[in-house]
């Protein structure tokens, strides 16, 4: 779908760009002159020089008599506004600086080049805040755009809000508003939420009337009708198009596409093909008058692969389809080439050519996690919820506003209805009369109408049927990431409540002078420390109930090095493989690691003697992981069996392998090493890097 907007330039500024040209051709020695003047002041003199301002006010000017929707005329648009920038910035005008990077952005998003367009719109953003510019729409809705059109969505529809609430603070009621609202329906469009992207065009065509704007108007038409289209309501659509083409007189080429494209695709749906090959037709002549990569390419490619696709002319289907792969890398349309690659890959299907089909269905599968996984669905969701809660809370405020107006007008409507309901009997009465008239005329018409009507009711119920289950869908969504959102909460309050219980152990101990004492509330906060890191990594990462066992044992060490004191002779040798735990499964390893490391400080190396401690967790078969403390220290003591059953550490780390239903042994040899066996519960996460792939997707 097209979506323009814009003045047809008058003979009065193109008369004006001459001029221009002519005071900058004419005396070049004058303008080098000055230049190197300039820079020839100090940073002091420059904000003061009006030359800079006036140079860039100059090459403004000449850029407005650029015709916009001119692919050469557009490229010397923008190198204008590049000259601009820099001079602005010399004189110091912020402002004017970060309207002609607005205008750049703009022109790079007229051009099809989309990350020089993110760019300079997101400097232009940066300057207007920086000197508190408040009327942010424009650039906000410039942001929603580009970004929407590069497939991030969820960063399109938060600039597109952003532009909504700008607008209405500032109470802009001009036709900038009708462009905001046409471009958060496009957003909504691009996530095939169509409810949302209808409700927003019908808003932007509202504004678009109230101020007769004719050109706004029919680029709205067009995004109304392909919408009709997408709801499966095409009759709608077409009507809403030749109706159209009655009634506005339509010259512009980039017209003729939206309104061609949009009727071959409708006539397309219905099947009547004789039809939708006369728009085929003019499509073809129109494609011509366009160069290879111009913005109106993409509703033609869309809406001629549609109909080859239709009538199983699947050459014809390959050769458009690649020539849209082509236009939509160069311009970065990431939606389109989804749609496109789609179209290729049954194509091919269809002539055998089923290597070539596999790639395609890789390369679209792959684009499509990419702009629609569940992530994005989410984080979309929370944004929609959001927005609408603030819209609620500015609804209430104007209704409890409007219930006194209401209060006064009801007084003097009350009297208006006294007078008439008098009216309004006479008219009942005639009414009712001409209604059994047209019942008696009407009974005969329907029962030869009957079974036609079934059929249309039976197709109306099961649209309404989908579009329940679409917001059904949507609704589910939202549920999910608000109880995402409650179990981060929860991880984030128990890795709290245990900081808590730590800081209340290191305060009972300042009071204690029984070593025994100390030492049990020493190994008590180091046992904290181990579960409350499981929390934070919950917390603080994707998943929601996997811990990343690498970083965990990583941190857990990091924790005990700052933690003991004297350690500086003591090195550590961790082997750990990529291996995910579950929380149930994590915690226990952590507590298992906390004893034995622990165990190892305290009895393993007399006091500032050298040693190396290393840990060891691996996959050693399918389904079992191994993991193993060793340390090169003086080994366990003679009587170590005797005070086995004794030590809290040797029954916790039993009792943990027990829970694991794991094999623990302990060896002194050459050292104390202390082994433990267990089965993972889950085997997805043996691959490196798959479960990140797996939340982001699945």
């Known amino acids: 779908m097209p979506e323009k907007y814009g003045d047809h330039i008058s003979t009065y500024y193109k008369w004006v760009r001459w001029l221009y040209f002519v005071i900058l051709c004419s005396w070049p020695t004058v303008v080098t002159a000055q230049f190197s003047l300039i820079q020839s002041l100090s940073s ?204 506005y007189h339509i010259t512009s080429d980039e017209d003729k596409v939206t309104l061609s494209a949009g009727l071959a695709t409708s006539y397309t749906s219905l099947g009547r093909y004789e039809e939708a090959y006369v728009r085929v037709k003019k499509l073809k002549c129109l494609s011509r008058k366009f160069g290879a990569f111009h913005y109106m390419q993409d509703g033609i490619y869309a809406a001629m692969i549609n109909y080859f696709l239709a009538i199983k002319d699947y050459q014809n289907v390959k050769l458009y389809g690649k020539n849209y792969e082509v236009y939509c890398k160069k311009g970065g349309y990431a939606p389109e080439l989804l749609n496109d690659y789609r179209s290729l890959f049954r194509a091919d299907s269809a002539l055998g050519n089923y290597p070539d089909a596999i790639v395609y269905y890789q390369q679209y599968k792959l684009l499509q996690d990419s702009l629609y996984g569940e992530e994005k669905t989410r984080e979309i969701a929370q944004l929609q919820m ?174 005990f090095e700052d933690s003991f004191a004297g350690l500086q002779q003591i090195s550590f040798d961790l082997q750990i493989a990529d291996v995910y735990l579950e929380v149930c499964q994590a915690v226990p390893i952590g507590l298992i690691l906390n004893e034995a490391i622990t165990n190892s400080f305290k009895y393993a190396f007399p006091a500032g003697g050298e040693g190396t401690i290393t840990v060891n967790l691996q996959y050693i078969s399918e389904d079992d992981v191994l993991l193993s403390v060793k340390d090169n220290g003086n080994g366990l003591p003679v009587d170590f069996e005797k005070r086995r059953h004794a030590s809290m550490g040797i029954i916790l780390m039993e009792t943990l392998s027990e829970q694991l239903e794991g094999k623990l042994s302990v060896k002194n040899k050459d050292g104390v090493s202390v082994f433990l066996i267990f089965k993972p519960q889950h085997n997805r996460e043996k691959v490196p890097g798959l479960l990140k792939l797996v939340n982001k997707t699945a």
């Not at 300079?120 to 729409?137: F, G, H, N, R, T």
């Not at 109306?460 to 289950?469: A, G």
């Not at 984030?492 to 300042?510: E, F, G, S, T």
């Open 44 to 247: 002091r003199q420059k904000v003061q020089y009006p030359v800079p301002e006036g140079v860039g006010d100059a090459w403004m000017e000449v850029a407005r008599g650029y015709d916009t929707y001119s692919e050469n005329e557009l490229t010397q648009k923008i190198a204008c506004y590049e000259l601009a920038i820099p001079l602005y910035k010399m004189a110091a005008n912020k402002l004017k600086q970060a309207m002609a990077l607005q205008m750049l952005g703009d022109c790079y998003n007229h051009q099809g080049v989309l990350p020089p367009a993110l760019s300079a719109s997101e400097k232009a953003l940066a300057v207007y805040k920086e000197i508190q510019y408040p009327s942010l729409q424009g650039i906000y809705d410039l942001l929603g755009n580009v970004n929407s059109q590069m497939g991030n969505y969820e960063i399109a529809l938060m600039n597109g809000f952003m532009a909504v609430r700008t607008a209405e603070k500032q109470q802009d009621t001009s036709l900038t508003l009708c462009t905001i609202y046409n471009r958060l329906g496009l957003t909504f469009y691009h996530l095939a939420d169509y409810i949302q992207a209808l409700t927003y065009f019908k808003k932007s065509l509202g504004v678009a009337r109230k101020w007769n704007d004719t050109t706004s108007i029919l680029t709205l038409l067009p995004n109304v009708a392909s919408t009709l289209q997408r709801l499966e309501r095409p009759e709608e659509a077409i009507h809403i198009l030749e109706d159209m083409e009655k009634r």
């Open 386 to 559: 959001q927005y609408d809660m603030e819209r609620k809370d500015q609804d209430l405020l104007m209704k409890e506003q409007s219930i006194q107006l209401l209060t006064r007008k009801g007084l003097l409507q009350k009297s208006d209805l006294q007078r008439a309901r008098l009216e309004g009997n006479v008219i009942i009465g005639g009414t009712l009369m001409l209604v059994i008239l047209l019942v008696l005329g009407y009974n005969r018409y329907q029962l030869k109408q009957n079974i036609n009507r079934q059929l249309h009711l039976q197709q109306r119920e099961i649209r309404e049927q989908h579009n329940s289950l679409h917001v059904l869908l949507y609704t589910q969504r939202k549920l999910v990431a608000e109880k995402e959102w409650l179990v981060k909460e929860i991880h984030h309050r128990v890795k709290d409540n245990l900081q808590i219980i730590m800081r209340l152990l290191n305060a009972q101990a300042a009071h204690l002078d029984d070593e025994n004492a100390l030492a049990a509330i020493h190994e008590s906060r180091h046992r904290m420390q181990a579960i409350s890191l499981i929390h934070q990594k919950l917390y603080s990462s994707e998943s929601m109930a996997v811990v990343e066992m690498d970083i965990y044992i990583r941190e857990l060490v990091a924790y």
